[in-house]
């Protein structure tokens, strides 16, 4: 066992719940998608996406903006630089996690031990 | 981007919330460890750990034990075989997250578009 500090404990539940994770791992790559992009790939309902966009939004995180293409309405969902920026600080507590329990699957470097 | 299921659906809400998987990582390098040792190093009250341990349990990850040492109560919890296999789930999704991130960050091996 190390006595640093959980990884876990670096997490931001806005960031790393999964649907959450899911939209800002997405706009990381696009910049902004449509609202029914994210649904589908996703592959959440209205309500819910809605609801985790407002999460998000509410945190600074993503900027949405609504709007027309032709007569159809659409939704807009843009990363924010404080976005870009707590993803990656998750990403960065995701790949210490990850490193970890790498390290204990190898019995050469870890001991097991009750505590 | 890329036409695959995104990598978040791989994610189980039980496994990937974040004071669940502190509770399975810390588990999967002990095997067995007390309550009090689980709620100091992830930093939870009492009610938030209880809670959390009880989500695991019915989904069968980890076992509970009560018992004293000494006269002082105490609370063993133990990883299950399931709950080792669920915790490797979630690390290959989280391993296929982390390598989407960083292949996106590669300006030569990734081009941004608007979706």
Chains 1, 2 share one sequence.
Do not use: C
Not at 62 to 73: L, S
Not at 77 to 89: E, F, I, N, S, Y
């Amino acid at each position: 066992m190390s006595d640093e500090p959980h990884s876990t404990l670096s997490f931001d539940d806005t960031v790393h719940q999964r649907a959450r994770l899911g939209i800002l791992t997405i706009l990381q790559e696009t910049g902004t998608a449509d609202f029914s992009y994210l649904k589908s790939t996703l592959q959440l309902t209205d309500g819910n996406l809605g609801r985790h966009i407002e999460v998000l939004a509410n945190g600074g995180l993503v900027q949405v903006k609504k709007g027309y293409e032709g007569r159809r309405p659409r939704t807009w969902v843009t990363l924010t630089k404080a976005g870009r920026t707590a993803l990656a600080v998750e990403m960065d507590a995701l790949k210490a996690l990850v490193a970890r329990f790498d390290l204990s699957q190898d019995p050469k470097k870890s001991g097991t031990k009750t505590v």
